[in-house]
């Protein structure tokens, strides 16, 4: 379907219910977490109801965007149902770290799935995937600018912030033209770009910091492979949450002649690692994610391996060496 006409028919079933549940992927980033808002704000300038509810904690860097303390940690499950249940950046209902069944049990008529992933999946009941966009909070933008709504300063706030993050600050190659004009609309409406940048860039607790020291004393690089890896004990050691290892990869793959990177995880079972890729130009880290039922973008993407550490380091790092790479087409 054309953009234009997922627009339409989105709108349309938007228009023909009252109550909605707005959720996005576990372990929330930037752009889970700014277009969900961005999505609220939407809606209840439609006059409809909804609700905001993530299975993770939201990381303290994004506590300030307007509405974040309407976000709930549990689908409702409070009769009448909502009438449909939207996720954002999703490649199926447990992606989002809720069961499919707490969906089942919410009685949502309607799911609605709306993801700019090129591994994106037509799981729901009504699928928008757009691997063109930056960024699924620019996929909002365009839905707010088509129903006419007004696009408040709350609604710009959260917008930018999905977009600067999922951009990684202006640096995918994602990023083109219509972005910046996107981030023009956003400023003009009453985003903040410096005061969002301070938040997201320049408010890290001291833990996360030492986290990153540990994770860099881990750093392999061999040809243009490198890796790192932090365990549950360094983890501990540093006083560290879930939410502080998000970036560590970026300084890998920050490295000259470094064209793919990868930083493990190690879960709190200890069995298990999340691994998040991150590849420079036409080396396509999705293709390699999804080797491992994981999934996401050319140059960004994660998944999960099973331990132990050495095990699942020899297994990705055989798939990221040159010889090992899909040709493009
Ligand atoms: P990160 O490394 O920042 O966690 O994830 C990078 C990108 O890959 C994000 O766009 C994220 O949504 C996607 N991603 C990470 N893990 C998974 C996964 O297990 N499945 C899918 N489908 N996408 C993932």
């Known amino acids: 379907m054309a953009h234009e006409d997922s627009i339409a028919a989105l709108l349309s079933l938007l228009h023909a219910r ?3 549940v707005v959720t996005s992927h576990a372990r929330p980033d930037g752009d889970a977490i700014g277009s969900a808002l961005g999505l609220m704000h939407l809606l209840d300038g439609m006059g409809k109801r909804v609700t905001v509810a993530f299975a993770d904690p939201i990381p303290v ?25 939207i996720l954002l950046e999703c490649d199926g209902f447990e992606r989002t770290g809720f069961e499919r069944a707490d969906f089942d049990r919410m ?72 972005t910046f004009a996107l981030a023009e609309h956003l400023v003009k409406r009453g985003a903040d770009a410096n005061r969002i940048a301070q938040a997201v860039y320049f408010s890290n607790p001291p833990s996360k910091i030492r986290l990153l020291g540990a994770a860099l004393g881990n750093m392999q690089i061999e040809g243009s492979v490198s890796w790192s890896w932090i365990t549950q004990e360094e983890m501990a050691r540093a006083g560290a949450e879930v939410e502080d290892c998000e970036g560590v990869v970026n300084y ?53 391996l099973d331990g132990p550490l ?17 040709p493009v087409h």
């Not at 860097?61 to 009769?79: F, K, N, S």
């Not at 999804?290 to 993407?301: L, M, Q, V, Y």
Request: proline residues 5%; aromatic residues 8%; hydrophobic residues 40%.
């Open 61 to 85: 860097i994004y506590r300030c965007l307007p509405g974040i303390e309407r976000i709930q940690v549990a689908l409702p499950v409070a009769t009448p149902a909502p009438d449909a249940a």
């Open 18 to 20: 009252e109550s909605f």
């Open 310 to 326: 050495d095990e699942a380091i020899e297994r990705i790092v055989a798939e990221l060496r040159p010889d090992r790479r899909q």
């Open 107 to 178: 009685g949502a008529g309607l799911t609605i799935n709306i993801d700019h992933h090129l591994s994106g999946k037509t799981f729901a009941s009504f699928n928008w995937i757009d691997p063109e966009a930056c960024a699924v909070g620019a996929m909002i933008y365009d839905l707010a600018v088509a129903s006419g709504t007004e696009i408040t300063a709350d609604m710009a706030t959260c917008l930018y912030t999905a977009v600067l993050t999922d951009t990684g600050s202006f640096t995918y190659p994602s990023t083109v033209a219509a």
């Open 252 to 304: 890998l793959i920050g490295i000259a002649g470094v064209d793919a990177a990868v930083f493990l995880r190690e879960l709190p079972s200890r069995k298990e690692f999340r691994l998040s890729l991150r590849s420079k130009g036409e080396v396509d880290v999705a293709q390699v994610a999804e080797r491992f039922g994981g999934g996401g973008h050319r140059n960004a993407s994660g998944c999960t």
